[in-house]
């Protein structure tokens, strides 16, 4: 049984340009999730893909979008960069919906620097 | 809304000692809650989590907790505490009420410093 593995593992932008961060979720996962932490902080919801739709989102700017696809994998992208988006990017894959009731995977995440 | 407070952003600890992590909760409905360890550079990992079953609740490598409804807490703690026990906490409580996604939602972290 895979984990959940997110690329790249680390990568530097320019303030105002765009980014796609990926994810593959664990085997037999059919939701995604993604959650920014800044540095010293605990992680935030940015949203949730379930049978490849929105089904959440967190307090993020509309600048942050993403896609799930049949295969359950997922894509963050972020437009417009600004400095303070510099953070660890994480996916969490669950299944049904509900992480909180079967368990949420965490990746090892995208470390995110903007200069 | 629910919310996440974990009391000491840094807990420091000898070898051995006991490991006591504070967190308080608020939840408009019966929560879940959970307790998640980052290791430098890597992802999250659950020791634990209560979903309304026994209120003790046992993790992985000796963790427990304790879901104290009066208190509104749920204490993170670990008898003998280990080198490799060094790393930043995390408590949780799953936002049950909108939209039925289960997202989570995070305290600040305390990270735990076990001295040899």
């Known amino acids: 049984e895979t984990g959940v593995t997110q690329s790249p593992t680390h990568l530097i932008k320019t303030r105002g340009q765009q980014v796609t961060l990926r994810c593959s979720s664990q085997s037999g996962h059919n939701t995604v999730s993604w959650y920014q932490q800044a540095l010293g902080q605990g992680p935030q919801f940015i949203f949730q893909?379930?049978?490849?739709?929105?089904?959440g989102r967190g307090n993020f700017p509309p600048r942050f979008s993403g896609l799930q696809f049949p295969n359950y994998s997922s894509e963050l992208n972020v437009n417009a960069l600004e400095l303070d988006d510099s953070a660890l990017y994480l996916c969490?894959?669950?299944?049904?919906?509900?992480?909180?009731?079967?368990?949420?995977?965490f990746g090892s995440g995208t470390r995110l620097t903007v200069v | 809304a629910q919310s996440v407070t974990q009391l000491g952003s840094h807990v420091s600890v000898s070898e051995g000692a006991l490991v006591l992590l504070r967190c308080n909760y608020s939840?408009?409905?019966?929560?879940?809650l959970f307790w998640y360890v980052q290791y430098p550079n890597q992802g999250l990992q659950l020791l634990l989590k209560y979903t309304s079953a026994a209120t003790l609740v046992k993790g992985i490598n000796d963790f427990e907790a304790e879901f104290k409804k009066s208190e509104t807490s749920f204490h993170l703690t670990k008898p003998s505490a280990h080198m490799s026990d060094a790393a930043e906490y995390f408590c949780?409580?799953?936002?049950?009420?909108?939209?039925?996604?289960?997202?989570?939602?995070f305290g600040q972290g305390t990270t735990l410093q076990v001295k040899p």
């Open positions: 949780a409580v799953s936002d049950r009420g909108s939209g039925n996604t289960g997202k989570l939602i």
């Open positions: 969490a894959s669950s299944l049904a919906g509900r992480g909180d009731n079967y368990g949420y995977t």
């Open positions: 893909y379930y049978r490849e739709e929105e089904n």
């Open positions: 939840s408009s409905v019966p929560p879940y």
